[in-house]
């Protein structure tokens, strides 16, 4: 464990969040600085083939040793969450972990307390890897970084553990809605593939939200305002009247759960003139989209009555589409997942995931990618954290799910 520990304390440190009004690809340097730390990595353990091409996506090959079986791949992202710092992390290593909460050094208002994260009770004794209070730790998705290249040395170095050939594609700016932009099944030429961008142990996900994003404009009347009576349209004022009247104990992440979708404002830039708000709209049930995308016109034709000097126009974009329909054609892919679990010593678990991953647009293109745990808990926010048993776990599963492939 202590060259993953390593590995994922190297990677932590390297600066990767996404930018979402960059204009480049990748968004920010920094995903670049780490791709070509794993290339060279990975030239490192023997993969001959290590390559980081004009996108900053990284690929590799580990050889398979057993005549005619299948490929498949592992997938993690580079970039971190553009809410929060990536720069100067600063990860806190709790070895031996006594129990109890968890006072961030540099930020004593931040506290992981065990009432929020029950699961710590379960890793009494385990390392625990957590941030400063100041930052994000980047275990979204630099656990599953360091999982597959773990994974990798230990099938170079281990050449009696049977498996068929095995890719290896890193991307980038998974945060921002663009991993797979620049990239193709064909590219990664195998016939199932495996994200590894999940939480605690033993989770197996083939579902995901079916995303779009929506851009509400608000327009209104500018002008000074010492004359401003009767003829000033507050663009502000009517953007959060417009919040305000979306639902409040339903469809917002704060009131559901489970299987349950939401409409989120997340951001907010104008003035008086004109004033936009983002949203992100999520369901499981795609044609659900449409409905929250009317809710939204609709609240918007509301302020128009209101305030005739208004103008409310609501745009939406597809992001990403669940996943399950596109997984359900190769079951093998899950099925086989549980099985890699079992043998890894744990019992599987099956899950939905409240977001998406690469894997979801990777399926709908064709590829058939779930997603299995990397340890993450608490991502996007500066109470992130880790365990390094969990993350070792996941190794374990990505070798015996090499080998259960191979067998089959």
């Known amino acids: 464990m202590s060259t993953l520990l390593d590995r994922f304390l190297r990677y932590v440190r390297i600066d990767t969040k996404a930018d979402e009004k960059s204009s480049t690809y990748p968004s920010s340097p920094g995903q670049l600085v780490l791709g070509r730390m794993l290339r060279d990595e990975l030239l490192a353990i023997g993969l001959a083939d290590a390559v980081q ?23 993690a992202h580079v970039d971190t969450n553009p809410e929060n710092s990536g720069k100067d992390v600063d990860p806190q290593v709790i070895r031996n972990y006594a129990g109890g909460d968890l006072v961030l050094p540099k930020d004593r208002s931040k506290v992981i307390r065990v009432a ?46 049977p498996h068929g050939p095995v890719r290896v ?31 605690g142990s033993a989770e ?40 305000d009247r979306l639902p409040q104990r339903t469809l917002s992440p704060e009131t559901t759960d489970g299987r349950q979708g939401f409409i989120h404002p997340l951001g907010v830039e104008g003035g008086v003139g004109e004033t936009r708000v983002n949203f992100l709209l999520r369901s499981f049930d795609t044609p659900e989209l449409a409905v929250q995308a009317e809710l939204l016109r609709e609240v918007g034709r509301q302020v128009e009555r209101e305030f005739p000097g208004a103008r409310v126009k609501v745009e939406t974009r597809k992001q990403y589409r669940n996943m399950k329909d596109g997984i359900s054609k190769d079951p093998r892919a899950v099925e086989y997942a549980a099985e890699a679990v079992r043998r890894a010593g744990m019992e599987p678990r099956f899950k ?28 996007h926010s500066p109470l992130e954290w880790t365990c390094l048993e969990e993350m070792e776990a996941a190794v374990r599963v990505v070798v015996e799910l090499c080998r259960v492939w191979a067998g089959k």
């Open 116 to 161: 929020d994260n029950p699961e710590l009770a379960g890793l009494v004794g385990k390392t625990i890897i957590t941030t400063d209070g100041t930052t994000l730790l980047g275990a979204d998705d630099k656990a599953g970084l360091a999982v597959i290249m773990e994974a990798a040395r230990t099938l170079v170095e281990n050449p009696d553990l």
């Open 352 to 379: 939905v995931i409240r977001g998406g991953t690469d894997g979801a647009q990777l399926t709908e293109k064709g590829l058939p990618t779930p997603n299995l745990s990397t340890g993450e808990h608490n991502p």
């Open 53 to 75: 091409d004009e996108h900053g996506l990284v690929f590799a090959t580990v050889p398979g040793n057993v005549p005619g079986a299948p490929t498949i791949a592992f997938n």
């Open 204 to 243: 197996i996900e083939d579902e995901t939200f079916s995303a779009d994003a929506a851009v509400v404009t608000v327009t209104g009347v500018n002008i000074h305002p010492s004359i401003g009576k009767g003829r000033m349209v507050n663009a502000v004022r009517l953007a959060a009247m417009f919040v």
């Open 169 to 199: 594609v890193f991307t980038c700016d998974e945060e921002i809605g663009f991993g797979v932009k620049h990239l193709e099944p064909a590219q990664v030429g195998a016939v199932v593939a495996y994200t590894l961008d999940g939480a």
